[in-house]
């Protein structure tokens, strides 16, 4: 499948010259090792992957033994991996580099020695467990990478030419046109409801076959299940009570997260690392609160107040809809043709940020609450512009699922803080359109932004 990351690797190749490792973070499942794979076969003469999660004790063991001696390192794996590897034409991948943070720490002296070229993949890679006593290498450039963005499921279902045209329209703010719309919006619930999961995607390519989709989908959130019990050390009751509580804290008209739902005297310093290490794992999406929609919205952020969508809204489906452990396929036809009786909404918000997080942006948005009515307001998302100017750098995004809406607070933004705010959007199912200010689009074009 394509991926959009293939170049960034290649740019990282060119630019690095074997002076830097690679670090690719992100969930799992998501199509780390397949790419990574796909690059080393066709980008080098030759290749080595060391997967950690299965590697031996000796394999792991080498890397504290030999690290004062690169030479016999090196020749150890290659001899155990029956793969000899050119100087300057080569490269070894670690793949599931958190189970083995000593092999991190080597990258250090890997890449001083110059002769081949190193890729780390991995998920949970900063948490606690993983960087105790090691040095993090400074030789060590990171990259996240997400489930596959709308365009990406595009191009696996064939279809290479219907976003750079959205691209285009929306470039010059014009319609989109009934029947294009139509189509498009149509391809963007199939991929809302399959996801983003490139093993989902790829059964939903060959078989149309929804069931084959969920069994999917099952597996991978039983993944992450087991993943909370083995890594989650200490916090696995509070990381699980989070996760469980997702679909329901997203299903609610306000979304921030209430941690007065799981316990009354529950407090966000006693949760605060289990958001983290979902975070980390990259099964969740936190959007924070800032107190001030300027500039500097981490400057501004507010910790305590937090919105926490799952990383792929393809899994939020299948774990919101799991009373008899599998979504029927009636609830998939039915999300596709819009017309389940649910507050589409959570799904709606959930894609946005989903597609907002994989465009590059961080996730903010805007809370107010006070006795005047003029400053009480709540914005969904905030983001910045990409060039900075001296004034209005960001932008207002409001999600709209449903065809009657109101846009009080979004109006409401725009008067109180319009020195600071760039293209106030609504995203929302209908066609590109413009009104007192303010850029109509449709869903499908949140990663255009």
């Known amino acids: 499948m394509k991926r959009k990351i293939y170049r960034e690797l290649q740019k990282w190749k060119s630019t690095s010259n074997g002076r830097s490792a690679l670090l690719i973070e992100g969930a799992r499942r998501i199509g780390k090792s397949y790419i990574v794979e796909e690059f080393a076969k066709n980008e080098y003469d030759s290749y080595l992957i060391i997967n950690f999660r299965t590697a031996s004790r000796d394999v792991k063991s080498w890397f504290d033994i030999y690290l004062e001696d690169i030479d016999k390192l090196l020749a150890n794996i290659q001899l155990h991996y029956g793969k000899r590897l050119a100087s300057r034409r080569s490269i070894i991948v ?10 991190r720490e080597a990258i250090k002296y890997l890449v001083a020695d110059g ?24 030789e060590e450039y990171g990259i996240k990478m997400y489930p596959m963005d709308f365009e990406e499921f595009l191009w696996a279902m064939g279809n290479d030419m219907l976003m750079p045209y959205l691209k285009d329209c929306l470039d010059r703010l014009q319609p989109v046109g009934q ?7 149509d391809l963007f619930r199939q991929y809302m409801v399959v996801g983003g999961m490139p093993q989902a995607i790829l059964a939903y390519v060959e078989t149309k076959d929804f069931l084959a989709v969920e069994r999917v989908k ?17 916090m696995e009751v509070k990381v699980t009570t989070i996760f469980d509580e997702l679909p329901g804290q997203l299903q609610r008209h306000e979304k921030k997260f209430r941690l007065s739902s799981i316990t009354p005297t529950a407090r966000m310093r006693d949760y605060e690392e289990a958001f983290f290490w979902l975070s980390d794992s990259g099964v969740v999406n936190c959007c924070y609160n800032t107190t001030e929609p300027s500039i500097g919205l981490s400057l501004n952020m507010e910790r305590s107040t937090v919105k926490c969508y799952m990383g792929d809204t393809g899994l939020l489906i299948s774990h919101a809809f799991d009373e008899k452990d599998a979504v029927p396929v009636e609830i998939y036809q039915k999300l596709i043709l819009g017309k389940l009786e649910i507050n589409e909404g ?15 942006h961080r996730l903010f948005f805007y809370s107010k609450n006070g006795s005047n009515a003029e400053d009480r307001m709540e914005i969904d998302f905030l983001i910045r512009k990409s060039k900075v100017n001296n004034r209005h750098n960001i932008s207002p995004i409001e999600v709209k699922s449903g065809r009657n809406y109101a846009l009080s607070s979004l109006r409401k933004c725009m008067t109180k803080y319009a020195p600071y705010l760039s293209v106030s959007y609504v995203l929302h199912s209908g066609d590109i359109k413009q009104e007192e200010g303010i850029v109509y689009l449709p869903l499908y074009m949140t990663p255009l932004l």
């Open 115 to 138: 002769r081949f070229d190193y890729i780390e993949t991995g998920s949970l890679v900063s948490i606690k467990k993983n960087v105790k006593d090691i040095q993090i290498p400074s």
């Open 346 to 360: 959570m799904l709606t918000e959930n894609v946005v940020a989903q597609m907002l997080r994989a465009s590059g």
């Open 179 to 185: 029947a294009l719309h139509r189509k498009a919006m």
């Open 94 to 103: 670690f793949d599931e580099i958190q189970d083995c943070p000593r092999a």
């Open 218 to 234: 099952r597996q991978i959130l039983q993944l992450y299940r087991n993943d909370i019990q083995k890594y989650a050390s200490n």
